[in-house]
């Protein structure tokens, strides 16, 4: 299965090159595709039997946060579905605090797992840092291509690791 979670995260950097730069209306479905194999990869390997509460709980914060950063964050029809349309950074929520929340709830989100439903740490370890070289690839290739304004954004945000004032920022209205 990892080669199926390792295959799902080589579609999703095709969708993000074919967003930057060839506009393939069918390669638009490279990048749920991959998120759909990836969940299938990670499904084929846990178990319920013997599953720890507390730590599924955790799992599912982590799994709603992630959820919320890339889809609540800002109208998901603009980035997602009309990305040949001009889109502008979102610094605002989570975005505010670090440029790729979404790499810490997934961390987040995969070490649960392995704690809460038994997800192989060798997976969760993997799929982890192929989410780091994604996010990566994204923010010196792909998005400064693809979203106005990243190239400033990048200057005051930092990239993964969150800075106090940041954090202050998402519970700031």
Not at 36 to 47: K, N, Q, S, V
Not at 51 to 73: D, K, P, V
Not at 74 to 91: I, L, N, S
Not at 115 to 130: C, E, H, N, Q
């Amino acid at each position: 299965m990892i080669i199926l979670g390792t295959a799902a995260f080589l579609l999703m950097l095709l969708g993000d090159i074919n967003d930057a730069v060839l506009g393939r209306r069918l390669l638009r479905l490279c990048f749920p595709i991959g998120l759909i194999m990836l969940a299938a990869a990670t499904g084929a390997r846990i178990t319920l039997k013997g599953a720890n509460l507390t730590w599924s709980i955790l799992a599912a914060a982590f799994l709603l946060l992630l959820l919320y950063a890339l889809f609540g964050s800002f109208p998901v029809k603009e980035a997602y579905a009309t990305q040949d349309t001009g889109r502008q950074v979102c610094d605002s929520s989570f975005y505010a605090m670090c440029r790729h929340p979404g790499v810490l709830f997934f961390a987040g989100l995969y070490i649960s797992l392995h704690f809460a439903v038994a997800l192989p740490l060798a997976d969760a370890l993997i799929y982890t840092g192929l989410d780091l070289l994604l996010a990566f690839a994204e923010d010196v290739w792909i998005f400064p291509k693809t979203i106005g304004g990243y190239g400033e954004y990048k200057k005051r945000v930092p990239f993964i690791i969150p800075r106090a004032d940041g954090i202050k920022k998402i519970f700031k209205r």
